[in-house]
T-cell receptor, first 109, second 120 residues
Framework: QQPVQSPQAVILREGEDAVINCSSS?????VHWYRQKHGEAPVFLMI?????EQKGHDKISASFNEKKQQSSLYLTASQLSYSGTYFC??????????FGKGTRLHILP | NAGVMQNPRHLVRRRGQEARLRCSPM?????VYWYRQLPEEGLKFMVY????????ESGMPKERFSAEFPKEGPSILRIQQVVRGDSAAYFC??????????????????FGAGSRLTVL
């Protein structure tokens, strides 16, 4: 029941765009996105509660297709500060939150 | 607001010893989650607690691991008779009661800095 993230790793040059996908075999109550920098705690980016919902945070946005049980995180015009590992988390009824294995993003200057 | 406080940040134990990891949630948060992270791997769910209650412990190994979140004081993750395979970073996260956080109806997690356990 762990969500599946793809790709596992991405290397970009500063200014390029990236898409990180998250899918689940089970119905999703909500999808969370977090970013973790090396040696640090994961930090909340955004949460999506409804099917088809899209949210944005600076140049980072996300969509949630409830019917397909998928979410995608979009990073546009990437900056060096975007480097890190991105985790999607799916919340089950009852409040338990399960995370995928993460997508490592490395931005080159 | 000091955020989620975990201690110790680093803990070294020999095989067979006990490890106790503490987590003080953010002020006003009544839910605590524990996750384990191995190098280059994801966050593996262990247990979800509210004050004095274990809500979901489906990710906890059946033996040697236990967790509590008493009415007063921090949440504690206890590992008895540690083995080398227990070496990992253990992250605690807290959230407010559902509906009282920044997103109504959802558990938004605030993570602590983690406790890194090394078993020799």
């Amino acid at each position: 029941q762990q969500p599946v993230q793809s790709p596992q790793a991405v290397i970009l040059r500063e200014g390029e765009d990236a898409v990180i996908n998250c899918s689940s075999s089970k119905a999703l109550y909500s999808v969370h996105w977090y970013r973790q920098k090396h040696g640090e705690a994961p930090v909340f980016l955004m949460i999506l509660l409804k099917g088809g919902e899209q949210k944005g945070h600076d140049k980072i946005s996300a969509s949630f297709n409830e019917k397909k049980q998928q979410s995608s995180l979009y990073l546009t015009a990437s900056q060096l500060s975007y480097s890190g590992t991105y985790f999607c988390g799916t919340e089950k009824a009852g409040g338990k939150i399960i995370f995928g294995k993460g997508t490592r993003l490395h931005i080159l200057p | 607001n000091a955020g989620v406080m975990q201690n110790p940040r680093h803990l070294v134990r020999r095989r067979g010893q006990e490890a106790r990891l503490r987590c003080s949630p953010m002020k006003g948060h009544s839910h605590v989650y524990w996750y384990r992270q191995l190098p280059e791997e994801g966050l593996k769910f262990m247990v979800y607690l509210q004050k004095e209650n274990i809500i979901d412990e489906s990710g906890m190994p059946k033996e040697r691991f236990s967790a509590e979140f008493p009415k007063e004081g921090p949440s504690i993750l206890r590992i008895q008779q540690v083995v080398r395979g227990d070496s990992a970073a253990y992250f605690c996260a807290s959230s407010p009661s559902r509906g009282r956080g920044p997103v109504a109806g959802a558990n938004v997690l605030t993570f602590g800095a983690g406790s890194r356990l090394t078993v020799l």
